[in-house]
């Protein structure tokens, strides 16, 4: 087979209809398919928004208007997201996939949504449907990072964007014109806006500049009816008459006056919004820095200088890394864009059942009841060996209830560590749920498995999960990590895991292959 006419080939088929989707499609991702037979496409189709077809539908929908019926029970599927398998405010696709006798599907990435996640993919499997996963994953999981942020932090992605002279200032003498960048840089604010679902600005820049904050030329034809307008202000001096009160076909702005960056953030989550871009100055961008709530940033340099002596960005004084970056030129500007997003990932254990043997209904309360399970050592080398992080996450609530003190669990997992040291394997981090007052909540909540994340500074997406309970999985399909692994026990199973064994034994292999 020519070298292009790959799983990846039509993946990146499949993304290009997924783009056109970019912000039209919230509180539902952006979603493309395309239908291969002999390697030519036979249908393709993308999610044009809440209430209408999937991407799979339109697809199958494309190929039989054009008279290839016939030829979807040979063809394959290409899709950047996990077909869903229950009913919404549309029907499940993996129906449809089953009634037209579709053979093989290929997708993108799984759904993050814990509710769902591997779920289509499972119903389909066991229906005997070809199913490979995977393919293009990292550009598939891009495309869905306001999605994926919102189901599983309950906040939209914040990208900030601001314009900048050589010397860092956002304004330029009024003699000197409006603008600070070029047409070309403010063409690509206007694509950013359109594929946002909202955008939002403090009550300073309202105040200097007096923004519509809307859509113009072919960006306000792909979307009539514009975007949702937030403001933000503490002082909430801002004038009635402003432009952005002005109904625009927009509708009114989200007018938050004095409240707390998250709960504005969760607000915005609740109401449907995946992605939000922040056109602001550096107050409102350093504020949001600062509370973790910045996950990407652009910035366009124009080739003039402000003079002044403040940054428009003015951090503590240490460095401040973004550690995975890009620059493009747009006329005679340059474009930064920096993502916040940690390069460092981890492989989270848990403990009772995983590391060592289970004790049933009770706790291992001492170092001689402790017995590392068959091949757990060299799967946690394997992790470490890989580049990855190894933390271990585990409930000990023995010591909640009296049946054993913290200083003897904590003596028990240093006697663990010297042990896992030797074969150098040791956890790099030790997260143990002991009670209400240890900091974070218990599973299957989310909040353990963050806590480690940030104590670690990795990105829970790029982070594998290997446990033998419900709660385990639950935990992390809801922090939206990038897999799980199940170890069958005692356990019963309620929730499906990207991978399931039999035991550890088989652990390090699999490890092998996935990480």
């Given amino acids: 087979m020519h070298e292009c006419l790959t799983d990846e080939f039509w993946m990146k088929r499949a993304l290009a209809e997924a783009r056109k989707g970019l912000g039209l499609t919230a509180p539902n991702p952006a979603v493309g398919a395309v239908l291969v037979w002999q390697n030519t496409i036979i249908g393709k189709g993308w999610h044009k928004g809440v209430g209408q077809a999937h991407a799979e539908i339109e697809a199958i929908s494309d190929a039989v208007s054009r008279g290839h019926l016939g030829k979807l029970s040979t063809a394959s599927l290409y899709v950047t997201l996990e077909p869903c398998s229950t009913q919404g405010r549309t029907p499940p696709c993996c129906s449809a996939i089953l009634e037209r006798r579709i053979p093989k599907v290929v997708v993108g990435c799984r759904d993050p949504d814990a509710r769902h996640r591997g779920a289509g993919l499972e119903f389909l499997t066991s229906q005997g449907v070809e199913v490979c996963v995977g393919v293009e994953e990292n550009r598939c999981r891009e495309i869905i990072r306001g999605f994926r942020m919102r189901v599983t932090q309950g906040r939209p992605y914040v990208i900030g964007k601001v314009g900048v002279t050589l010397d860092g200032k956002t304004q330029i003498p009024a003699a000197e014109g409006r603008w600070i960048t070029g047409d070309s840089s403010r063409e690509d604010v206007q694509r950013l806006r359109s594929e946002v679902d909202g955008i939002c600005v403090g009550g300073a820049t309202i105040r200097a ?105 003015d951090l503590p004084g240490r460095l401040h890394h973004w550690p995975v970056s890009e620059w493009k030129s747009f006329g005679s500007d340059m474009r930064f864009r920096g993502w916040r997003g940690s390069t460092k990932k981890a492989v989270f254990f848990d403990r009772d059942g995983v590391v060592n043997a289970s004790p049933g209904a009770g706790y291992v309360l001492s170092w001689d009841q402790f017995i590392f399970n068959p091949g757990i050592i060299a799967a946690i080398k394997v992790a470490k060996d890989s580049g990855y992080l190894v933390g271990l996450l585990t409930s000990q609530r023995g010591v909640e209830k009296g049946e054993m003190s913290l200083g003897e669990l904590e003596d028990l997992h240093h006697r663990m560590q010297t042990v896992l040291s030797e074969s150098g394997a040791a956890f790099d981090g030790i997260f143990a749920y002991t009670g209400p007052g240890c900091g974070f909540p218990n599973k299957p909540s989310p909040e353990m498995l963050n806590h480690a994340a940030r104590n670690l500074d990795v990105n829970p997406d790029g982070c594998w999960m290997i446990g033998d309970a419900d709660r385990d999985i639950a935990m992390a399909q809801s922090a939206g990590v990038k897999g799980t692994i199940r170890i069958l026990s005692e356990h019963p199973v309620g929730l499906a895991a990207d991978h399931v064994l039999s035991g550890t034994a088989e652990l390090a292999e699999l490890l092998r292959l996935v990480l």
């Fill in 209 to 313: 500049d007096d923004p519509f904050l809307n859509l113009r030329g072919r960006w306000r034809k792909r979307r009539p009816l514009g975007l949702k307008r937030i403001v933000l202000s503490d002082a909430g001096n801002i004038p009635s008459t402003a432009k952005v009160f002005l109904e625009d076909g927009c509708g009114a702005p989200l007018y938050f006056r004095d409240r707390k960056l998250k709960e504005v953030m969760q607000d915005l989550g609740t109401r449907g919004l995946n992605t939000i871009l922040v056109e602001s100055g550096g107050t409102l961008l350093k504020a949001l820095y600062l509370e973790g709530l910045l996950d990407e940033l652009i910035v366009y340099y124009a080739p003039v200088m402000g003079g002044g002596p403040a940054s428009f960005f």
